[in-house]
């Protein structure tokens, strides 16, 4: 790391400085070059405090921020852009952190090798020529330089056999090549595993799926086949694992070679919606079933006796009930024997 520093920061110099700093000695302050960090074991002056707590904090952070700088004049330094530049010590004081300090992924066999040998990874163009095309091209991936795809003929080779088709051959090393990367991939996972245990592999690898035959799923004392403390998998666990399994194809499993369990796998089929044919049999241009369902629908809107549109009963149970409900009429209340004799007088 590394710190650039101005006069300004320095007591008693530029525009920064301020006359009421509280000035520290050093021998009395924990300050900790690499952490930028300056503490002050001294009591607290409570007088102070009260009376301004705010300003009291920043002379106590000034004289500690001058004194950290001072003691940043003292290293060796180099001319930078607007100041000079410090290179910081390795920091004292341990800083804790949540997770544990993340430790060095194990090196596969070709990181080995090319270490042992000093060869070092050169950074390629993404594009190449085409001798073919006369046009430059991806490296790898779709439209690529010297795709087998794009070549019509291939030239004949001393090493060839009569017979031989080219264009197969090239499919067959393909397939074999993909065979020996998935097999160096288990090998570096094998020596990882060895190295620095399940940690050292990455999050969506599952040792006992991928590597089935390593020590932790053998386990020492294990007579079940399975290390201590993992449960056995339950059988429909495993039955909704292989159809996921069979649909993480480029396909969703649908060229795959169907197995056994594809019945017992298989998801639940909806309903198809059946539609009605477009044209009719021979001279007909309307099918049988489009014109029965004309015929249907002009029957209910002219036939009387025809059965209604309507759904009555499904109407009904729409219907709340506590909207049909009459309010009743308020009955007038019986007049007093007092309030009779008086209208009789009237």
């Known amino acids: 790391e590394a710190l650039v520093v101005t006069e300004e920061l320095m007591g008693g110099r530029g525009a920064g400085s301020s006359s009421s700093a509280v000035a520290y000695d050093e021998a009395l302050l924990e300050i900790d070059e690499g952490n930028l960090l300056v503490c002050d074991p001294s009591p607290v002056d409570k007088e102070a405090l009260i009376r301004d707590a705010e300003g009291a904090c920043k002379e106590m952070a000034t004289g500690m921020a001058q004194a950290l700088v001072k003691r940043l004049f003292t290293f060796p330094s180099t001319p930078a852009v607007g100041g000079r530049t410090v290179e910081l010590p390795k920091p004292k004081t341990l800083l804790p952190r949540f997770k544990p300090v993340p430790k060095p ?53 001393s090493s060839d056999k009569l017979g031989e088709d080219p264009f197969s ?120 079933v489009e014109r029965d369902m004309i015929e249907e629908t002009v029957r209910k809107v002219i036939s009387k006796g025809s059965k209604p549109i309507l759904d009555v009963n499904k109407a009904v149970k729409q219907i709340d009930p506590r909207s049909l409900r009459v309010k009743k009429a308020k009955t007038p209340k019986k007049k007093s024997k007092k309030a009779r004799e008086r209208e009789s007088e009237n």
Request: glycine share 6%; net charge positive; hydrophobic share 30%.
């Open 105 to 157: 992924k194990p090196l596969t066999r070709w990181e080995k090798f090319a270490k042992e040998k000093g060869i070092v990874k050169r950074k390629r163009d993404k594009y190449t020529f085409d001798e073919h095309t006369n046009e430059f091209k991806r490296r790898y991936g779709y439209d690529r330089v010297n795709d087998i795809n794009d070549v019509a003929i291939i030239e004949a080779k």
């Open 169 to 288: 051959n090239h499919k067959k090393e393909k397939r074999e090549r993909v065979k020996r990367q998935e097999e160096r991939r288990l090998t570096n996972l094998k020596n990882a595993a060895k190295q620095g245990g399940k940690k050292a592999l990455p999050a969506t690898v599952s040792l006992a799926r991928a590597l089935p035959s390593t020590d932790d799923y053998l386990s020492a004392g294990s007579t079940s086949g399975f290390p201590k403390g993992r449960k056995k998998a339950d059988r429909k666990d495993l039955l909704e694992g292989a159809l996921a399994a069979s649909e993480s194809t480029a396909s969703m499993g649908k060229f795959d070679r169907k197995s056994k369990l594809d019945k017992r796998m298989s998801s639940k089929k909806g309903k198809r919606q059946q539609f009605a044919p477009v044209v009719g049999k021979g001279k007909s241009t309307i099918s049988e």
